[in-house]
């Protein structure tokens, strides 16, 4: 489970799968967002930090501090959203140009400066904006950003997990310049950790990269009601190759407050407004596992199920994704996440808020005994969730407790997200105590057949992308 729950009946451990289709490649021209960040030594003079052409991948100086890294990187950042029509050099894409790029960068960065006021009028001009660049100045402090805006159109309205416009709030109007930045969706993409330093440090994930063999692309952490975003926490995680998730849990709210609009000037559009200037993708999602009885705004508490019932949650969760589209936020992926069906939880169906404001489905379940599975644990929630979309499948929560049993678990578990096509997993990461000991790290062997199956699907995961 993600937080200790109050008193009241065990959480069970159990979920499956099932195919789903290959997403559509989006045009190389349509603004996708930073999804990966690579430092390297070999960037031209006087650049701290650049953008490829295709906005997916920033480069980023190896002579930089962690400080300044960080602020090339957010300037990069800033310069990409605030300019939806620029396109960028690709740095790193061969060794020739960036032997090219490394001889005549100067040359680049100064011609930068002045072609902006031609390129209208001029044809000749206007291609040679074409392969403009979006330049940190090195220096002590990052000085600034040189742009150059491209002679391509505008790009076009961004559409909402291929669903349609997203949804506003009630009489507004969309921004006109929203943050637009979306993830891909290609199976076996996302192996992701919760570690119980987050978002407070960043040195357990960093730690759980080295157990693991791999450092996590999805970098997860818990956010109470009237918490603000944690910008340090995803700029460490955006440094490190990593997208912050943020589970935004409502305790000791009211669900039917949360739709009225109650808390949107106190809490939700600074926070909107925070993830929007952060620029960056980042995973959202609400009220996790509604479907439990762990949680207050959840099916089976006490008394809830007739106070805040299904409907409520559904309410609050769109009204949540509206507050966030009405900012221009669309740096968001909607994560509605469910736990694994077992005997006690509520209808899944009830909690579905409709396809316009989910990208994907997250699925929480652990492995709790040595007879688990995947099958076992997840097949009824994913035909469940089948039923009601084939969006892009998460599981967003998972581990295995620590037993003889645990390296085949480990086994069975990545061999069926490669089997089942979906985009990966969570670990979370920590030890609860007596059967609830998730943690990696206390089991030699467990470790040992993680860090094989993570190369492994690094592996694969290159072979299906080629």
């Not at 003079?45 to 997916?56: F, L, Q, T, Y």
Request: no cysteine; glycine share 8%; proline share 9%.
């Amino acid at each position: 489970m993600t937080m200790p729950p109050p008193a009241g009946p065990a959480r069970p451990h159990s979920h499956r799968a099932k195919p789903q289709p290959e997403p559509q490649a989006e045009p190389d021209i349509k603004p996708r967002g930073i999804t990966r960040i690579e430092v390297t030594a070999e960037l031209p003079r006087g650049v701290n930090a650049m953008a490829s052409r295709d906005r997916s991948t920033i480069y980023v100086s190896a002579a930089l501090d962690k400080k300044d890294r960080r602020q090339a990187i957010r300037a990069v950042l800033r310069a990409t959203h605030r300019f939806p029509s620029l396109v960028f050099v690709p740095i790193a894409l061969s060794a020739r140009w960036r032997r090219l790029v490394a001889e005549f960068g100067d040359l680049i960065a100064s011609l930068s400066q002045h072609v902006t006021a031609f390129a209208a009028s001029n044809p000749i001009t206007a291609a040679m904006a074409a392969i403009a660049t979006v330049a940190v100045v090195a220096g002590g402090t990052v000085a600034g950003v040189r742009v150059v805006e491209s002679p391509s159109p505008p790009a076009t309205a961004h559409s909402f997990a291929g669903h349609g416009s997203r949804p506003l709030l009630p009489g507004a109007k969309p921004d006109p310049n929203p943050v637009v930045a979306s993830l891909p969706s290609q199976p076996l993409s996302y192996l992701g950790a919760y570690e119980p330093d987050s978002p407070q440090d960043y040195q357990g994930m960093e730690a759980f990269a080295s157990s693991a063999g791999r450092r996590p692309n999805i970098a997860l952490y818990y956010s109470g009601w009237y918490e603000k975003f944690r910008t340090n926490f995803a700029d460490d995680a955006l440094a490190n190759g990593a997208i912050p998730a943020v589970d935004i849990n409502p305790f000791g709210v009211s669900l039917s407050a949360i739709a009225a609009g109650a808390y949107d000037s106190t809490y939700l559009m600074p926070f909107a407004n925070a993830v929007k200037a952060f620029g960056s993708p980042v995973i959202i999602s609400f009220g996790h596992e509604p479907n439990g009885w762990w949680y207050p705004w959840a099916y089976g508490w006490t008394g809830a199920s007739a106070t805040q019932p299904p409907k409520e949650w559904v309410a609050a969760y769109r009204h949540i994704v509206q507050v966030f589209n009405t900012v221009g936020a669309e740096n968001v992926t909607w994560l509605w996440q469910m736990n694994q069906d077992v005997a006690g939880t509520g209808p899944i169906a009830a909690y579905w808020p409709g396809a316009a404001y989910v990208n994907w489905v997250g699925i929480d379940g652990y492995y709790g005994q040595p007879a688990d599975n995947f099958a076992s644990l997840f097949g009824v929630t994913i035909h469940q969730v089948r039923a009601l979309t084939g969006d892009p499948t998460l599981i967003s929560e998972t581990a295995i407790t620590r037993g003889p049993a645990e390296p085949q678990e480990i086994a069975n578990l990545f061999d069926s997200i490669r089997t089942g096509n979906y985009l990966g997993f969570v670990w979370f990461d920590k030890d609860q105590g007596a059967d609830k000991n998730w943690a990696l790290e206390q089991n030699t062997q467990a470790m040992h057949e993680f860090f094989v199956q993570t190369n492994t699907w690094r592996h694969l995961y290159h072979q299906k992308s080629k």
